[in-house]
Nanobody
Framework: QVQLVQSGGGLVQPGGSLRLSCASS????????MSWYRQAPGKGREFVAV????????NFADSVKGRFTISRDNAKSTLYLQMNSLKPEDTAVYYC???????????WGQGTQVAVSS
């Protein structure tokens, strides 16, 4: 059974930091391209960042470049998103996504709320 369990969201002031985690199980983590997406109120889901495997090549949306870092711990089957210099426009529900090369299937985490407000 595939599970992507997210943690780490919350309320933070502008300029603050948060780290999101996505603990994975039920598939070969090292053979999955892992991504973060977000969905703000009243908007569609948008790409935030992606990290490949086994070579951890990364890519980011222009809106978060230089502020967000994506990383993965293959030994723990866990994906991370370090968010620094947060802005009110970063407020959204954040989702992790796994694209598993073995099966060709895609899985989503349950989502975690990030709110940036003073």
């Amino acid at each position: 059974q595939v599970q992507l369990v997210q943690s780490g969201g919350g309320l933070v002031q502008p300029g603050g930091s948060l780290r999101l985690s996505c603990a994975s199980s039920g598939f070969t983590f090292t053979r999955a391209v892992m991504s973060w997406y977000r969905q703000a109120p009243g908007k569609g889901r948008e790409f935030v960042a992606v990290i490949a495997s086994p070579i951890a090549i990364t890519n980011f949306a222009d809106s978060v470049k230089g502020r967000f870092t994506i990383s993965r711990d293959n030994a723990k089957s866990t994906l991370y998103l370090q968010m620094n210099s947060l802005k009110p426009e970063d407020t959204a529900v954040y989702y992790c996504k796994a694209d598993v090369s073995d099966s060709g299937l895609t899985y989503w985490g349950q989502g975690t709320q990030v709110a940036v407000s003073s």
